[in-house]
């Protein structure tokens, strides 16, 4: 085995086969089946712990990385903000309480929590309950001046045809519950029933759907965007329309109501619930510096909130992250909060020596058209947290493949099953991984691969092609193995 590790290396010394490589033939063979050229597909495969590329094709270039932006965007915010960091939600007030009422105004200063559901908002109402306080006489202002600026949703141009879906969720620092209305409908052969599973006030739902004969996994076929409707009274008027079909039973979340409507609406719900009064309206503002905090509540930490942003590729979650980078850097106001986390972010890559040339993030969650990133700065971002203090939160925060996340489906019984932790990203020309692979050789290698087509999603075999070569412990072979061995301690000396 020591002759074999050192003529290894010293074919390693030997050669100059590492700047650029040509594809696997199996890889080659999946992009031709797709009708797809290889110069549609970036590639690196290198070692994890420091060594050259062993497989590098158009890896220089400037690609779509869907979803895989979220490898940087999780990788900084962890090294710049720490594992422990947290958000913070308070509810305040100038006031002091009287009897069991809360006089004038009562502010709810929002801190960018990525996870605030309506159950863990109302863990704050019911404090203030316990404290006494049943009346709320004045209006609730909320606060979302963390974020600059704070509405950065209002009047952003929809991104696809489903501007209603969690996944386009645009934040702000004060979003409770994603502002997303969660209902539950089934059907048998004759009716469909529709209920509301969200605690909202005053929401009158209008069931106009019909009964169809498609399969229940093709329920969305004839599915139509929901009307909203504001009546008197506060009430909202909800329509469903559309084709349902028989036999079937799905739950659908949905970003249909305007913001300050969701939260008021949720409010009045949870209050009266407690038993609490409220009669006064909702509106924007900014807290006052005099307002004594009433509740707080802190967020999970930052290593918790990143295995939610990787494993399931939470779009929201992730621009939070990106949007909290700026926030707690940002001095001057002038700037945005995004203009403030992009310059962070080449700040961290200048330090480790990481090129931004080509680099555009605009969100930091890859759901864009215009964010690009090439698959050797994405490896050296991997290569990177390898190597980092928090490599243990960063690894555990990937998808396993075959296991969990994005990866539960793929490369089932496959040698990459369950050694390989990869981040996935699909837009409609854009399909990519990137993440770790541990060989059966048991050396670890980064492994990126990107394809922009208009088809890239026929590809996709390609990439998990790549997975697999590199699970089977191909790259050990010759010039790969030597490049792993080459960052190695040398091997004890042979026993006599």
């Known amino acids: ?21 040509p594809l696997p033939p199996g890889i080659n063979d999946a992009l031709n089946k797709a009708h797809i050229d290889n110069s549609a597909m970036s ?43 947290r958000w913070k939600t308070q509810i305040l007030s100038t006031e002091p309480i009287k009897k069991d009422s809360l006089r004038g105004d009562m502010y709810i200063r929002g801190g960018g929590d990525p996870d605030l559901t309506w159950s863990k908002f109302g863990m704050m109402l019911r404090n203030l309950r316990q404290q006494g ?66 605690p909202l006030d005053k929401i009158k739902l209008v069931n106009h759907l019909h009964l169809n004969n498609l399969p229940c ?11 909203i409707e504001l009546q008197k009274k506060n009430q909202i008027e ?69 295995r939610t942003v990787n494993k399931h590729s939470d779009n929201t979650m992730a621009r939070i992250l990106f949007l909290t980078l700026g926030a707690e850097a940002q001095q001057d106001r002038r700037n945005t909060s995004l203009q403030t986390a992009d310059l962070r972010v080449r700040n961290w890559l200048a330090k480790k020596g990481i090129s931004d040339a080509g680099l555009q993030i605009e ?24 190597n980092s203090n928090w490599n243990a939160e960063y690894v555990s925060s990937l998808p396993i493949a075959a296991l969990d996340g994005t990866m539960r489906k793929r490369l089932k019984n496959s040698s990459a099953d369950s050694r390989a932790r ?16 541990r060989d059966n050789h048991d050396l670890l290698w980064i492994v990126v691969g990107i394809i922009n ?3 890239a999603m026929k590809a996709r075999a390609a990439l998990d092609e790549l997975i697999t070569w590199v699970a089977d412990g191909r790259p050990t072979t010759a010039l790969a193995t030597a490049a792993a061995l080459s960052s190695m301690p040398p091997a004890p000396p042979a026993q006599k």
């Not at 996994?217 to 009307?227: G, M, N, R, V």
């Open 1 to 21: 085995m020591l002759n074999f590790r050192l003529a290894l290396i010293s074919l390693l010394f030997s050669s100059t086969a590492f700047a650029e490589s």
């Open 43 to 85: 590639v690196v495969v290198m070692p994890a712990y420091g060594g050259k590329p062993v497989l590098s094709h158009y890896a220089d270039r400037a690609m779509s990385p869907a979803s895989t932006m979220k490898l940087l965007t999780t990788a900084i915010a962890l090294e710049e903000l720490g594992p422990t960091f």
């Open 133 to 198: 306080i049943r009346k709320i006489t004045g209006d609730i202002v909320l606060d979302r001046s963390y974020f600059e600026p704070q509405r950065i949703d209002i009047g952003a141009p929809p991104f696809d045809e489903y501007p209603d879906a969690y996944y386009n969720v645009i934040p702000d620092a004060l979003l409770i519950h994603s502002n997303i209305s969660a209902f539950a409908l089934s059907a048998d052969a004759d009716k469909i029933d529709v209920r509301l599973m969200t």
């Open 217 to 227: 996994k093709d329920w969305e076929s004839e599915w139509l965007p929901p009307a």
């Open 238 to 306: 909800i329509t469903l329309s559309g084709g349902f079909p028989r036999h079937c039973k799905i739950d659908d979340y949905l970003n249909i109501l305007d913001r300050n409507q969701y939260i008021a609406h949720l409010i009045r719900a949870l209050w009266q619930e407690m038993g609490g009064v409220w009669q006064g309206d909702i509106r924007d503002g900014k807290t006052p510096a005099e307002a004594r905090v009433l509740t707080e509540r802190q967020s999970d930490t930052l290593a918790d909130t990143i």
């Open 363 to 386: 969100n930091g969650s890859g759901l864009s058209r215009s964010a690009r990133i090439s698959a050797n700065q994405l490896a050296a971002i991997l290569q990177a947290e390898a």
């Open 422 to 437: 990869i981040k996935t990203g699909t837009l409609k020309d854009s399909t990519a991984i990137a993440g770790y692979v």
């Open 453 to 455: 087509h208009d088809d």
